[in-house]
Antibody, heavy 125, light 108 residues
Framework: QLQLQESGPGLVKPSETLSLTCTVSGGSITSTSYYWGWIRQPPGKGLEWIGSIYSGGSTYYNPSLKSRVTISVDTSKNQFSLKLSSVTAADTAVYYC?????????????????WGQGTLVTVSS | EIVLTQSPATLSLSPGERATLSCRASQSVSNYLAWYQQKPGQAPRLLIYDASNRATGTPARFSGSGSGTDFTLTISSLEPEDFAVYYCQQRSNWPPITFGQGTRLEIK
């Protein structure tokens, strides 16, 4: 059973880069069966998809964040990561790592399941 | 970008009552729509996928319907543990993948 766990700093200064890691257990990060991704939720607000990466290396980002986001995979550690640059207070949120199974057709993912427990990142000086 | 609009924003009902939650898409998403349940302090959990299929572990009192632009999540008889926030999500035309703003189901 696939399980995901986020880790990283809970406090980031404005203009700096937010960096989070998601450790995958119960499955291989190199599996062609999955997309790996990040979703965030500002306090008291709704869900925003940040982006996803497929095992072959293809990345898909939310256009609203694309210029600041990088998602990558570390196969040696069975982890994937999120980097969000030039953060502001508006980036304060709970960040969830998620997985989705790949569809049979290309460039297609199914539904987000499971989710990590989430980690709160606060942007403040 | 496909915008999902959920209604109502808040639904106040009593245990045992029937709940009907709506999600409307700004353009057709076929049946590529899911519903998630989120309880306070927890990550969202997949409830319904492909508009009408229950995810593993979803009780039978939950059902989803619709296609194209109009979708409904129905809870036939509310249990105390069903009071939560519900989100719809589409994957038809991405990126971006988008979510509705959520419906809060609260105890009356």
């Amino acid at each position: 059973q696939l399980q995901l766990q986020e880790s990283g700093p809970g406090l980031v200064k404005p203009s700096e880069t937010l960096s989070l890691t998601c450790t995958v257990s119960g499955g291989s990060i190199t599996s062609t069966s999955y997309y790996w991704g990040w979703i965030r939720q500002p306090p008291g607000k709704g869900l925003e998809w940040i982006g996803s990466i497929y095992s072959g290396g293809s990345t898909y980002y939310n256009p609203s964040l694309k210029s600041r986001v990088t998602i990558s995979v570390d196969t040696s550690k069975n982890q994937f990561s999120l980097k969000l640059s030039s953060v502001t207070a508006a980036d304060t949120a709970v960040y969830y790592c998620v997985s989705a199974t790949a569809c049979i057709s290309a460039n297609c993912l199914n539904w987000f399941d499971p989710w990590g427990q989430g980690t709160l990142v606060t942007v403040s000086s | 970008e496909i915008v999902l609009t959920q209604s109502p924003a808040t639904l106040s009902l009593s245990p045992g009552e029937r709940a009907t939650l709506s999600c409307r898409a700004s353009q057709s998403v076929s049946n590529y729509l899911a519903w998630y349940q989120q309880k306070p302090g927890q990550a969202p959990r997949l409830l319904i996928y492909d508009a009408s299929n229950r995810a593993t572990g979803t009780p039978a009192r939950f059902s989803g319907s619709g296609s194209g632009t109009d979708f409904t999540l129905t809870i036939s008889s509310l249990e105390p543990e069903d009071f939560a926030v519900y989100y719809c999500q589409q994957r038809s035309n991405w990126p971006p993948i988008t979510f509705g703003q959520g419906t809060r189901l609260e105890i009356k």
